[in-house]
């Protein structure tokens, strides 16, 4: 291993020893706490709405503002710590995690918890790309490295399952500000003891910084996935599209300043490694089905069964058990020679079969939701922990920072567009069949239905039916575009394994 203050990586094929090992655990924790901030916040609004009294706009900016810096900085974050180095740069990002945490816990307006939840954004930017890079400069044996990647996506995949069932938790027993207190351990510990563990490694000719990339970067990716984070729930409506649309423009001129410009923020030839550019579109099509997915099931817990928030949560916690064991069969299966190929086209097939056990579901199918869920997430697992091992095994470890943002960005990506289409796959299938003398707020959502149905006898099983309808068809359209995931993986996986 090298001194920590080194700015060179492991000697590849280097087996890494306890000193790695225990990084990793160290690293784990600031992830699993970025990942557990998307959701933490569910059962805690209604104590923050009542103390700190937002405004409707105020409230969605409170929710949705960690989500948007992080996903717009993803990129310009990755490509610092290629250049500054990515343990200065996590430890930066740690401090400043930290010390939002302590503003938006005692926030006492909505102005100053909002504020504080973009500062929490920025400081995920720089964690998230930052582990990711970390542990491959730590473990440059492939059989380690993938073990490590595996641990790595487990517990990004837990912590957001983890985080509303915390937040809920705490609420009952503290005051509101817990559910962002709770950070402080971890990033006190990483801040103690990562620059004792943690090797600093920077690409050693970064060239100069491209600052322009960094506000066309942030214009195409925030439209992008505002617009389509909101169409689920309002629909295609004309400023959606719009966003989106001038999203995916900036985008292109992001992409032409890459490819032209001398010193790009996000180097071209990162998509000339072997198996690079397929692992980015492979990220991004998993976290489309599994976030997809995540529309529907909440909303079945508690509104087609009847669970409370914080008993849904608790029932949601149960599909990601499997996950644990699935990312490590994967890795095994593929040191002991099963091409990756394979594997990871297997990954989307069992994925795809979640999906079509979810759309057997009826409006009494706890347990079926459950396996459907589990089945569904364990694939996932087993598609991204390959993906991002061969993704950062083929990128230069130079660059392991903006691989690992792109990877992420991906994943942004992806998931929102997985809740755009299948969750509008839903909502028509909800609204077509609901009863069109039903008030006009039953035909907007299965919440609004729910609302009124005490002043129209029946509506509420004819909600819960057309919601659940409207699962059945997004879930049959998740299962075709994950089986078509598999045929790309198998058509291009066999190149690069």
């Known amino acids: 291993m090298t001194n920590p203050t080194s700015t060179t990586t492991t000697p590849a ?16 924790l600031p992830l699993l706490l970025v990942s557990m901030d998307v959701s933490v916040l569910y059962f805690a609004i209604p104590a923050i709405s009542a103390d700190l009294e937002p405004s409707g706009t105020q409230q969605l900016w409170i929710f949705d503002i960690y989500g948007f810096v992080l996903a717009g900085l993803l990129m310009t974050m990755g490509s610092l710590g290629d250049r500054v180095g990515r343990r200065r740069l996590l430890l930066i990002g740690a401090a400043a995690f930290g010390t939002a945490s ?17 500062v929490l954004g920025i400081g995920g930017a720089t964690l998230m790309p930052s582990t990711m890079a970390l542990v491959r400069t730590m473990f440059t044996d492939p059989g380690q490295r993938a073990k490590a990647i595996g641990l790595w996506s487990g517990v990004m995949t837990a912590g957001v399952a983890l985080g509303s069932v915390m937040s809920g938790v705490l609420v009952q027993y503290f005051w509101w500000g817990s559910v962002f207190l709770v950070n402080l351990p971890a990033m006190a510990l990483l801040l103690l003891l990562g620059p004792f563990l943690l090797p600093e490694s920077r690409d050693p000719e970064p060239g ?36 989106v649309t001038v999203g995916l423009l900036f985008a292109a001129v992001f992409v ?10 996000i180097d071209p030839v990162l998509f000339r490694g ?20 995540a529309f529907f099931t909440t909303q079945y817990l508690q509104s087609v069964l009847g669970k409370s928030a914080l008993e849904a949560a608790l029932w949601a916690l149960l599909p990601s058990v499997p996950i644990g064991m699935t990312a490590p069969l994967a890795t095994a299966l593929v040191q002991k020679g099963t091409n990756r190929a394979y594997v990871v086209t297997a990954g989307f097939v069992i994925a795809a079969v979640g999906y079509a056990l979810l759309s057997l579901a009826g ?11 589990g089945v569904l997430a364990s694939g996932i697992v087993m598609v991204v922990s ?101 045929a790309v993986a198998a058509t291009y996986g066999r190149r690069t394994s």
Not at 208 to 234: H, Q
Not at 364 to 372: G, R, T
Not at 457 to 469: D, I, K, M, Q
């Open 363 to 373: 409006t009494d199918s706890l347990w079926l939701v459950l396996v459907a869920c």
């Open 386 to 486: 390959l993906i991002t091992d061969l993704a950062l095994g083929s990128a230069p470890a130079e660059r392991a920072g903006s691989a690992a943002s792109l990877m992420e960005t991906a994943a942004e990506f992806g998931g929102a567009l997985g809740m755009a289409i299948l969750g509008s796959i839903g909502t028509a299938v909800y609204r077509h069949e609901i009863p069109a003398s039903a008030p006009d707020a039953a035909h907007e959502t299965l919440g609004g239905a729910l609302a009124v149905a005490d002043r129209v006898p029946g509506l509420a099983t004819a909600a819960r039916e057309a919601f659940t309808n409207g699962m059945q068809g997004a879930a049959i359209a998740g299962a075709v575009l994950l089986a078509g995931a598999a």
């Open 256 to 265: 032409h300043r890459q490819r032209t410009t001398a010193h790009p923020m």
């Open 208 to 243: 100069r910084f491209d600052w322009p990339s960094v506000p066309l970067s942030m214009a195409a990716v925030l439209p992008v996935v505002y617009g389509l984070k909101e169409i689920p729930s309002e629909g295609w409506h004309v400023r959606y599209v719009v966003s």
């Open 274 to 293: 072997r198996g690079f550019a397929p692992s980015v579109v492979l990220n991004l099509l998993a976290t489309f089905g599994m976030m997809g997915s």
């Open 13 to 28: 094929g280097t087996l890494a020893g306890r000193r790695e090992w225990t990084a990793l655990g160290v690293l784990m």
């Open 102 to 118: 302590v503003v938006a816990a005692y926030a006492d307006s909505a102005g100053t918890l909002i504020a504080a939840r973009a």
